[in-house]
């Protein structure tokens, strides 16, 4: 029985120690959860959010990514035996102009394994090419050479050399968001 009582002696104080630690940190976190709120919403209200560009201001991006890409058609020279035309989309997400620009044979009736056609997506306003396809009778090939398009197709599990694969990237760059 002694050793009992003696017991008890040792172990509540350790039990009120335990509990009132319990409670000093229930109190401190307490008072920092609103301070951690209040540093959240400040940076909240420093960081600028996206404000979609008003119609009339997306018109004119537009156009203007539709002369940047006319640009790039003029001064891309091709044979006498090739067409080529472009298409161009502003995107108002990442303030980028694309333009994809197909060179293909210009005369239909050249038999399917000697036909030609090259597809490059390029920034619009700096003219850098962004990945291009090739495909020339039975044979594909292509490439990624920007860095966040690269980091597309990692994340969709897709190499940077397929041509399938590139060619649907670089036609949903080019894609218009028109809304039924």
């Not at 003696?6 to 301070?35: E, G, N, Q, Y």
Request: charge should be negative; glycine fraction near 4%.
């Amino acid at each position: 029985m002694a050793s009992t009582a003696r017991h008890w002696d040792i172990v509540i104080p350790i039990m009120k120690s335990m509990l009132a630690t319990v409670l000093l940190l229930s109190l401190c976190s307490c008072d920092m959860l609103p301070k951690q709120k209040q540093a959240e919403q400040k940076q909240a209200e420093a960081a600028p959010s996206f404000r979609p560009p008003s119609a009339t201001e997306l018109f004119d991006l537009q156009s203007k990514c539709t002369a940047m890409g006319d640009k790039i058609l003029e001064e891309n020279v091709i044979g006498n035996a090739l067409t080529h035309d472009q298409v161009s989309h502003y995107n108002p997400k990442d303030n980028r102009c694309y333009v994809k620009l197909t060179v293909q044979t210009g005369d239909l009736s050249t038999p399917r394994d000697k036909y030609i056609e090259d597809d490059s997506l390029y920034d619009g306003q700096s003219k850098e090419m962004l990945a291009f396809v090739n495909h020339k009778g039975n044979s594909k090939s292509g490439m990624v050479f920007d860095t966040s398009l690269q980091k597309i197709m990692e994340d969709k599990k897709q190499a940077d050399l397929d041509y399938d694969a590139i060619d649907d990237l670089m036609n949903s760059f080019v894609a218009t968001d028109r809304k039924p």
